[in-house]
């Protein structure tokens, strides 16, 4: 399974960027999609998650991206989707996808519950 981020780049505070993951190799809609960043300096952090439908379906946010965030996927495009609205600084990362296969929902907002990675795409939020 590959999986490729694109969208990042630079916005204001305020601004909206929509991050996409492509994949291919492999059984997309049976996958755990999640979105991670890491910032400069700091360690890799859970944003948002949406499990497979035959996992229920539900989608998994970190506190500070609640209600900003939205997580979404194309299974017939084999695509995954994070829209960010109302950018601030800190939310300045590489962010990266990921996929995980069969993950558990005590794991969904860890890394170890993802097995394939993109190569990440950087999100830069001007003050």
């Known amino acids: 399974v590959q999986l490729q981020a694109s969208g990042g780049g630079l916005a204001q505070t305020g601004g909206s960027l929509t991050l996409s993951c492509s994949g291919s190799?492999?059984?997309?809609?049976?996958?755990?999609m999640g979105w991670f960043r890491q910032a400069p300096g700091k360690e890799r952090e859970f944003v948002a998650a949406l499990r497979s439908r035959n996992s229920g379906g539900r989608s998994y946010y970190a506190d500070t991206v609640k209600g900003r965030f939205t997580i979404s996927r194309d299974s017939a495009r084999n695509t995954a989707s994070l829209q960010m609205t109302r950018l601030t600084p800190e939310d300045t990362a590489v962010y990266y996808c990921?996929?995980?296969?069969?993950?558990?929902?005590?794991?969904?907002?860890?890394?170890?519950?993802?097995?394939?990675w993109g190569q990440g795409t950087l999100v830069t939020v001007s003050s």
């Open positions: 190799g492999g059984t997309f809609n049976s996958y755990t």
């Open positions: 990921s996929a995980g296969v069969g993950t558990i929902l005590s794991a969904v907002r860890t890394t170890q519950g993802y097995d394939y």
